[in-house]
Structures are given as structure tokens and as C-alpha cells.
């Protein structure tokens, strides 16, 4: 698969020729290296949960690009208030959606949202399994997680303030332990600054897990041996 970064905590995702696109917030982002009309062929956009920062640009793309919008059912429900030509699947917490055979289960995080309740998504295909957490603190079911559904790939958020810190992030690594950790949600603006080579440097000498930091724009093919 292949991952590129878009800057906070928005992401595309290739898997073979399937394209998700995670939390689209591109306009009035500061550190965004696309606009949203730079983005072609998405089949997918997940939206964690209704704040500016990760709904933003959600309908404007889906629309552009024919694509369903993933999301918790009521905000689905809101979505298709505004604009009811947007193809959408209202999910609720611990439900799967199989799109051709990239299967996502909606998760809970820890994080006060309206409308809708704040999530995050774990993603699997062949032998990857990623999970994205959205935006939230610290919360001991994240090892159940990584149980059920042997998660090797973690978006982490470490800016504090509005999510986890440094500190709770390497926890949150040590309780998924998976192969690759992404640090994300940092450094937009300056209420949640963090070096994530702080994070990497504690990650990596506490766990076996590999921090991968990756700059607004840049792609990394990854392969998960098993």
C-alpha cells in the first residue's frame, strides 16, 4: 500500500487501486501541500468525526470525485442535510463496511464532538491492518484493539491540548505495539507544536515499534511482512 501525507491529521491511502482519503482539511490549513481540487480518483473519504479541522473539505472531494463519504451515522445525516447529492454510509461504533475487499470498522475515541460521536477506523487489507484514531486521549481499549484486529500500521496524535501529548502517545504505542507508528495532529498551529522526532527518538528506544515521520506531501510504500 501507499501512504501519503497531506499535513495534521489527513491522509490518502492506496490500497492496490482503491484510494481513501482520511480527514480532509485542506483549505485554511497552513501546512496542506494540495488544494482540494489536486485530488482525482478517490473512492473513499473517512471522516472521523465533525470538526473543522478533519470535515472540511469532505464534500467538496466526494462530490468532485463521485466518492461515498464514510462517517458515524448522525453525521451522515447531517452531511446529506446540506447536500443531499453526496453519496454517504453512516456507521455506528464496532460496525464494518466491506468496500470490493478493503474492510473498515468504525472504533471509539476518547473526544467531545457535535453532531455525531467522535471516532476512529481500523482498515484491513491482505496483511495490512491500520488504524487511524481520529482525534483523542489516552485509552486502555487501544491494546484490545490491537487484539482483535493485529494491527501493524498506527497513526498516533501527539500535539496535546485537543489530543494525546508526547507522553500518552508513546504510551498508546506500547499498548497497539504495531510495526509502524505515524505520528500525526501536530504543528498546524502553534497551540499544538510538538517535535515528533522527540516521539520517535522515546518510541524507538522504549518499543520495537518503527516511528515513520513523514513531511505535508510526501508518499511511502509500505509492505508489512507477517
Do not use: W
Amino acid at each position: 500500500m501507499k501512504i501519503k501525507y497531506l499535513s495534521h491529521s489527513c491522509f490518502l491511502l492506496t490500497f492496490d487501486q482503491i484510494n481513501v482519503l482520511i480527514d480532509p482539511f485542506l483549505t485554511d490549513n497552513p501546512l496542506a501541500p494540495v488544494r482540494p481540487s489536486d485530488l482525482k480518483n478517490i473512492d473513499l473519504v473517512l471522516v472521523t468525526h465533525a470538526h473543522t479541522d478533519h470535515i472540511n473539505d469532505a464534500i467538496a472531494i466526494a462530490l468532485a470525485n463521485d466518492a461515498q463519504i464514510v462517517t458515524s451515522y448522525d453525521l451522515a445525516v447531517e452531511i446529506n442535510k446540506k447536500e443531499k447529492a453526496v453519496k454517504t454510509v453512516g456507521m455506528n461504533i464496532g460496525g464494518t463496511y466491506i468496500y470490493k475487499d478493503l474492510r473498515i470498522t468504525q472504533v471509539h475515541s476518547f473526544h467531545v464532538t457535535s453532531p455525531g460521536i467522535a471516532t476512529g477506523f481500523i482498515l484491513r487489507k491482505d496483511k495490512i491492518s491500520l488504524y487511524h484514531p481520529g482525534d483523542t486521549g489516552l485509552f486502555s481499549d487501544m491494546e484490545l484493539f490491537a487484539k482483535i484486529f493485529k494491527i501493524n500500521i498506527a497513526m498516533i496524535p501527539i500535539g496535546d491540548f485537543y489530543t494525546m501529548g508526547i507522553p500518552e502517545a508513546v504510551e498508546a504505542v506500547k499498548l497497539i505495539k504495531p510495526k509502524i507508528a505515524i505520528p500525526m495532529h501536530y504543528n498546524t498551529f502553534p497551540v499544538i507544536e510538538a517535535d515528533p522526532y522527540v516521539f520517535k527518538r522515546i518510541v524507538e528506544e522504549e518499543t520495537d515499534t518503527t516511528v515513520l515521520v513523514m513531511k505535508p506531501g510526501e508518499e511511502k510504500e509500505i509492505e508489512i511482512e507477517v
